[in-house]
């Protein structure tokens, strides 16, 4: 293995009913409490009054910051800054998915840089570490998908620019997070398809990244690659099973919480590419760009680099069910890609461009590899020339 530091200090509250806690977590904090939300649903799923009866249980004002989109802008980053800071708030508490959780990330580093310091130039875009004692972050989560909630990442989007990023910090790390998977019963068929292919994905870029030694980070992948694969399932099969909710809840939270990548190089590639696509067409999810360009990544990467051949391989039989007996890791790696790819048709993900509205010319594909988001790992060295 890798050497490594793991540090994960994000405090989960995890069933039906844990929002109560708000209250407790609220009153430990000076000032009011700056809500931030996204489009509504988390009106429509409970998440919103369970919260605001907390906070009044704590006696709290609160502000808020609402209508945060999917792929979150920049700009609305900025309002929340400057609301932060006009009402002097003591805890940020993002209700909702991974967009409301990445935009109350940037609010509370926006708010705890330098008046003289530009929150985009000097931290997002250059990767500057963040500044410790930022305002702290609470969660109250509503997909199953990002892993934000237990870690120092955010990703955002600057319209102006066209550049969608990812910005990795430790004072970043939520203090707490709420996991009810009572709030996931109202995410639609596509919703639902986007977050477990999101962390399935994540997965993937840690188990798939060398080194390939014998590393507990790898079995513990592999059950957890098995395991969303069930409750995937189980959650398009009754989208109100709560057994198969809670199971989805803790995969995406295990699949991108740093366990894993421990020992392991990473490789984030797929994203990076992800990231180009929806920084151009911000109304392409992020599981959906994922579902396209994840199984053609995996396709290139196993034949044009000899050492992810075996990993590609073992991906196959451990995770797909491909029988090892008289075949070659190359042919293994090809139809255990091929079970992937299919198992996405089947739940009714998006496998091309066209199907998410992107056009596939050779122009347009030009502006995309532009715009990707430079997330490295063990194959990036891989296709530079024809990126
Ligand atoms: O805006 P509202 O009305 O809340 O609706 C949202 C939104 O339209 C809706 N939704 C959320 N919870 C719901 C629900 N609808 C019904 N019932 C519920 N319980 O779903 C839509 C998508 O929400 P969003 O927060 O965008 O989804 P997700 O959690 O998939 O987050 C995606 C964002 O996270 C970033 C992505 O790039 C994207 O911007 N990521 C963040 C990561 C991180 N911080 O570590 C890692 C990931 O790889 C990812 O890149
Ligand atoms: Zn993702």
């Given at each position: 293995m890798q050497d490594f530091i793991f540090h994960n200090p994000v405090k989960i509250y995890f069933g039906k009913g844990q929002a109560s806690h708000v209250a407790e977590e609220a009153a430990a904090c000076e000032g009011p409490v700056l809500l931030v939300y996204g489009g509504g649903s988390i009106k429509r799923n409970g998440a919103y009054d369970d919260v605001i009866r907390a906070l009044a249980a704590a006696g709290k004002q609160v502000v808020e910051l609402a209508g945060v989109t999917p792929n979150p802008r920049l700009d609305k980053v900025l309002e929340g800054v400057a609301l932060a800071k006009e009402h002097g708030v003591g805890l940020i508490l993002a209700v909702g998915g991974g967009s409301a959780i990445d935009c109350a990330k940037f609010v509370a580093l926006g708010a705890g840089i330098g008046s003289d310091e530009d929150l985009?130039?000097?931290?997002?875009?250059?990767?500057?570490?963040?500044?410790?004692?930022?305002?702290?972050?609470?969660?109250?989560?509503?997909?199953?998908?990002?892993?934000?909630?237990?870690?120092?990442?955010?990703?955002?989007?600057?319209?102006?620019?066209?550049?969608?990023?990812?910005?990795?910090?430790?004072?970043?790390?939520?203090?707490?997070?709420?996991?009810?998977?009572?709030?996931l019963t109202t995410l639609g068929r596509d919703q639902t398809n986007y977050g477990f292919v999101d962390m399935f994905c994540h997965v993937c870029e840690q188990y798939l990244s060398l080194p390939s030694d014998d590393n507990l980070s790898d079995e513990?992948?592999?059950?957890?690659?098995?395991?969303?694969?069930?409750?995937?399932?189980?959650?398009?099969?009754?989208?109100?099973?709560?057994?198969?909710?809670?199971?989805?809840?803790?995969?995406?939270?295990?699949?991108?919480?740093?366990?894993?990548?421990?020992?392991?190089e990473t490789d984030w590639v797929t994203h990076g590419i992800e990231h180009g696509?929806?920084?151009?067409?911000?109304?392409?999810?992020?599981?959906?760009?994922?579902?396209?360009?994840?199984?053609?990544?995996?396709?290139?990467?196993?034949?044009?680099?000899?050492?992810?051949?075996?990993?590609?391989a073992r991906f196959a039989c451990t995770v797909w069910g491909v029988d090892p007996t008289g075949r070659?890791?190359?042919?293994?790696?090809?139809?255990?890609?091929?079970?992937?790819?299919?198992?996405?048709?089947?739940?009714?993900?998006p496998r091309t461009l066209a199907e998410i509205g992107v056009p596939a010319d050779d122009a347009h594909l030009d502006e995309l590899a532009a715009h990707h988001d430079a997330m490295g790992g063990s194959y990036q060295h891989v296709g530079t020339a024809e990126a």
């Open positions: 985009w130039h000097d931290y997002i875009e250059s990767g500057r570490p963040a500044p410790e004692g930022l305002i702290p972050l609470g969660v109250v989560l509503t997909t199953a998908a990002t892993g934000s909630e237990m870690g120092d990442s955010a990703v955002v989007t600057n319209t102006a620019i066209a550049r969608k990023m990812g910005y990795t910090s430790f004072p970043l790390m939520p203090r707490f997070s709420v996991l009810d998977p009572s709030y513990l992948a592999e059950a957890i690659m098995r395991h969303i694969l069930r409750s995937w399932r189980a959650c398009l099969a009754d989208p109100s099973d709560y057994t198969a909710r809670s199971n989805a809840m803790w995969d995406s939270t295990m699949a991108l919480n740093r366990i894993i990548s421990r020992g392991k696509i929806s920084a151009v067409h911000p109304e392409v999810a992020h599981g959906a760009g994922l579902a396209v360009v994840h199984p053609h990544w995996m396709k290139y990467v196993y034949r044009a680099t000899p050492e992810a051949t075996g990993r590609f070659t890791e190359a042919e293994m790696a090809a139809e255990g890609i091929e079970r992937y790819s299919d198992f996405l048709a089947r739940m009714g993900c």
